[in-house]
């Protein structure tokens, strides 16, 4: 998307936050302590600055973390819902921008103010792809994409746009990934200028996207090295600014300590073994996510990034349960009469399992 056309429309929305950074965000509250846990320090005042700060250090981990326990994530082109105003605003704007510079260029002689422009973005944008390696294309890059002598050329009437275009294309083929060939290939079919430099910047937004999935490939690896002291780091600097921002984590804990007393397992002994004591409120207070009421109970904040993923192995475990019960009250009440049918234990497994595949659809 032009820079041009973003002027037209003033100012740009939001792009849409990802579901676990919007969950954090909400439970971000000041001096809100439960009611179940004494206030860690006395009430004060946060700062726009303070929240803003310490929102933005959530969202970094929230990502780091996203980034981290799930291979397959990857940033994803925003898209306006369908109908909706802001969708609607843009794309006024952009008509009227793309509209504007056909006119201009219709104009005897043509005006190329707004083609220089735009030019000057695609030479950052391809610019920016570059690896340090590339130096080849950057110098062809700079040779042809060299502003001041198109603005000279567009001065004197000489500029010649779609020759740029179609090198600009060219070079875009060089640089984008194999799944946007595709896309490049249609781009060779445009005569038309104008539909030409839209469709474009349309290409150089998905290849934008594109490298930063790579990028993120890239540093993988060196995060997951990192994740646990990162994490560590900054649920420290935000406890430091929001003392009262654990009180769910203590309260969860609390509970499972109290849960183990009254079990025949703790009792006493938990007290004279605290590394025994310690794995058991670990264990138990995790099993205990597994059966978790996400209507009623707020979830502990050290895991909140994890809430979906606890909900799908709870809706598993539950899927997993019911299996098991109709296996083993079918094989107990018929008995011998089925034991030794050939295939009978999977072709029920599967045909029980098909039916219990929506058990939590709403």
Known sequence: MPKEAERFQGGGGDESKDASEETVRKRVRANSPSPHTPQASPPRFVSVEELMETAKGVTNMVLAHEMMVNPAFQVK?????????????????????????????????????????????????????????????????EEVLDLPLIQQQAENGALDIGQLSQFIVGMMGSLCAPCRDEDISKLKEITDIVPLLKAIFSVLDLM??????FALS????????????????????????????????????????????????????????????????????????????????????????????????????????????????????????????????????????????DMHAQ
């Open 77 to 141: 082109a925003a898209e306006l819902p369908e109908g909706s105003l802001e969708r609607k605003v843009k794309e006024t704007m952009h008509k009227a921008f793309w509209d504007c510079l056909e006119a201009q260029l219709k104009e005897e002689p043509p005006s190329y103010e707004h083609s220089v422009r735009l030019l000057g973005e695609i030479k950052e944008t391809l610019l920016s792809f570059l690896l340090p390696g590339h130096g080849r294309l950057r110098s062809q890059i």
């Open 218 to 357: 890239s540093i993988r690896p060196h995060l997951m090295q990192q994740s646990v002291e990162y994490e560590r780091n900054k649920f420290q600097e935000f406890l430091e600014k929001q003392p009262n921002a654990l009180d769910y984590t203590k309260k969860w804990l609390e509970e499972t300590v109290k849960f183990l007393r009254e079990t025949d397992g703790c009792g006493a002994a938990s007290d004279q073994s605290s590394s025994l004591a310690f794995l058991n409120v670990h264990n138990q207070a995790y099993l205990r996510l597994l059966r978790w009421d996400h209507a009623v109970d707020l979830f502990p904040e050290t895991v909140l990034m994890d809430q979906v993923r606890f909900q799908e192995m709870q809706q598993e475990a539950e899927r997993l349960v019911l299996l098991s019960s109709v296996l083993l009250i079918v094989y107990t009440t018929t008995g011998e009469a089925i034991s030794g049918l050939p295939g009978l234990m999977e072709t029920l497994k599967n045909t029980v399992s098909i039916m219990l595949a």
């Open 208 to 213: 934008r996207v594109d490298m930063a999935n």
